[in-house]
């Protein structure tokens, strides 16, 4: 058995019979794991059912995405905190796995399960793979050798300790959704810890709430102005004056894609972050500077070279933007 303890973090809004699915699912791991379901707002019945069932359980009043995950921390007792949702599949030894790997590699901030598309079980979707200097994120559909190294990933086991060095918190409040996951992943390097996938530890994902409450353009904009944030809160000066001028030119020629696909949605709403560039260089600038209060100057960062790499640029412009 591992030595760490675990608690399951779960985000719901309005998905009572996915909930119920996933504590059936998580009730039949191999080691005893404590549940916080994080509410935003439900309004099916979620609380009742809760109410009577032992489990810990926080709720916000409005929908404030993926930062609600801040407000069942402090529920939380375990060693390791996994990031989870209603739309998960586990394995029945997967905490297991993740755990027994944090144990083992202090270094490990974040223990990250291979992620099987639940729709289409012949798909591997792992996200956090790799990371552009222009800042663009994505994933790779093969299955993983041993544990392989990850700038970041918005589903995993994380060590506790390791966060409470990184500030103490899941996600950065002001993201709603996108790029929250990229910001924990560089506050724990930053902070001296690895993000790793293990290729024995497996979870079935079934979809995304976010897409049935924004619009492909909402979705974007949010996705291009937070990692735009991210990335001037997070890159070290020289790296960051390099790349920050390329990261514009190629959002330029990502909305010369949308335009001649005709998704003017898309195109719009890039069009909209790159017009309000001065406000995203006032946030990201602020947050640096109270980022660099706790984790200290960017620049003692040891990044690594191969998370930022353009070998998958033609990737992008084909899928993920």
């Not at 739309?87 to 790997?101: G, N, Q, S, T, V």
């Not at 890159?235 to 390099?242: C, D, E, F, I, K």
């Amino acid at each position: 058995m591992p030595k760490g303890s675990v608690t399951v973090l779960l985000i719901t809004m309005d998905e009572l019979p996915n909930l119920k699915k996933v504590l059936a699912n998580l009730s039949r791991q191999t080691v005893p794991v404590e549940i916080v379901v994080c509410d935003n707002a439900s309004s099916d019945g979620t609380k009742e059912f809760i109410a009577d069932k032992g489990i810990k359980y926080v709720r916000n009043e409005r929908n404030i995405g993926t930062p609600v995950f801040n407000l069942g921390l402090p529920l939380a007792t375990g060693d390791y905190v996994f990031i989870g949702a209603t739309d998960m599949e586990f394995e029945p030894d997967c905490m297991k796995r993740l755990a027994r790997h944090l144990d083992e590699h202090e270094d490990c901030g974040m223990a990250v399960p291979v992620n099987v598309n639940g729709n289409d079980r012949a798909r591997i979707d792992i996200g956090g793979s790799w990371l552009s200097r222009g800042f663009y994120g994505g994933a790779v559909h093969t299955w993983p050798q041993g544990t392989v190294n990850m700038p970041f990933s918005g589903v995993g086991l994380v060590r506790r300790s390791a966060l409470e060095k990184a500030g103490g918190f899941l996600y950065e409040p002001s993201f709603f959704i996108y790029a929250e996951d990229v910001d924990l992943g560089l506050r724990l390097l930053r902070a001296g810890y690895l993000t790793e996938m293990l290729s024995d530890a497996v979870l079935y994902h079934m979809g995304y709430q976010a897409r049935k409450i924004f619009t492909p353009g909402e979705l974007t904009t949010r996705i291009e102005r937070n990692m735009l944030v991210t990335m001037i809160s997070h890159l070290p000066a020289g790296r960051l004056a390099a790349y920050f001028p390329y990261a514009v030119l190629l959002r330029i020629a990502v909305i010369a894609k949308d335009l001649v696909k005709r998704d003017w949605q898309r195109a719009r709403a890039r069009a909209g972050v790159l017009a309000g560039l001065f406000d995203v260089l006032r946030d990201g600038l602020a947050r640096r500077r109270k980022l660099a209060g706790f984790l200290g100057s960017p620049s003692r960062t040891p990044f690594f070279g191969g998370f930022f790499s353009e070998s998958p640029l033609k990737r992008i412009f084909l899928s993920y933007v």
